[in-house]
C-alpha cells in the first residue's frame, strides 16, 4: 500500500522552524541580512495565513563574532557566552525590524534544558507559548548561553538548538518541525565528503543505518551536525510530530514543504506512518 506523507503537512497548522547558523550567517560570520528577510516574510506569510509558528534560532554568537567583528570562533566557553550575550541582542533586533516590516510582532525566549526539565517552569513555558501564540506573535527561541554550556560546548550528544527545537515542538504539541540548513536534506553520507552520496526523500524510521548515514562532522559555522538533526528527528518523530530537514538558502522553500511538495528529507511521525507498511 502505497502512502503519500508528503499530503499530509498541507494539514500542519502548528509548526516550529529551525533555523541554524549556517543558514544565517555568511562565510566570514556576518548575518546575512537579505535571507533573515525573506525568512521574516515567509514567517509572517504563514501567520497571515491562520498558521501558528515558532521559530527557533541559532546565530547569536555569529552575530557576537560580526558585531566585534572577529574573524574566528573562540574556544573559551566565557568569551562564547559573552559573544552570545552580544549577538543575541543584536539578533532579536534584527528580527524585531525585519517582522515590524511585516506588521509582524516578535517575542523572545531564552531556555535551558533545566527550565523545560522542572514541571512549574515547563508548565509556565507552555502557557508563555500558549498566550503568545493566541495573540498571533512569533515566538523567536534560544538556548539562554549565559547559563547553559550545552549549546556552546563541543558536545555534540545535547543541548544544541537542533535538540532545542525538537524539544520545543514536543512541549507545544506541533504537527510539524521544519528545520533548515545549509544542506538539502539527509544524504546516505556527508555529501561534502563525497558527491556520490544521494538524497533521502522519506524517512520512516530511524534505524542503526540511518545514524551511519549521520556519522559526519557539521561545518565550521554550525554547532550539531548531522548526528543532533537526526537526535531531533528521533525524539519528534517517536511523539507523533512530522519533521522536514531542508535547505535555508531560500526561506520560501518552507512554503512549498507546506504544500506538500517533496522538499528535503521527511521523517514521518510514528503514529502517523500507520497507513504505510514500513519497509
Ligand atoms: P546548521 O548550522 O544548519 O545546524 P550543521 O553545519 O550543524 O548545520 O549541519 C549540516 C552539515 O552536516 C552539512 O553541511 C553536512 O556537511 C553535514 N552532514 C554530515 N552528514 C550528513 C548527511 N548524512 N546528510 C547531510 N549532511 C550531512
Redesign the pocket.
Known sequence: MSCNYREKLKNARRIVIKV????LTHDNGRLYLPRVDRLSMTISELINDGLEVILVS?GAISAGMGKLNLKERPNVMGIKQALAAIGQCELMNLYSKMFSTYNQIVAQLLLTKNDVDDPIRRKNIENTFEHLLNQRVLPIVNENDTVSTYEISSLEQFGD??TLSAVVAILVKADLLII????D????????ECSD?VLIDTVTKITDKERL???????A??????V??LNAADMVTKSGIHMVLAN?KDPLVILDILKGENIGTLFVGKEKSSCCIDK
Open positions: 541554524g547558523s549556517s543558514t541559532s538548538n537542533d533548515l540548513s545549509d544542506i536534506g539527509f544524504y546516505n553520507g556527508n555529501p561534502k552520496y548515514f549521520a556519522g559526519g562532522q557539521g561545518s559555522m554550525g554547532t550539531g551536525g548531522m543532533t538533526k535555508g
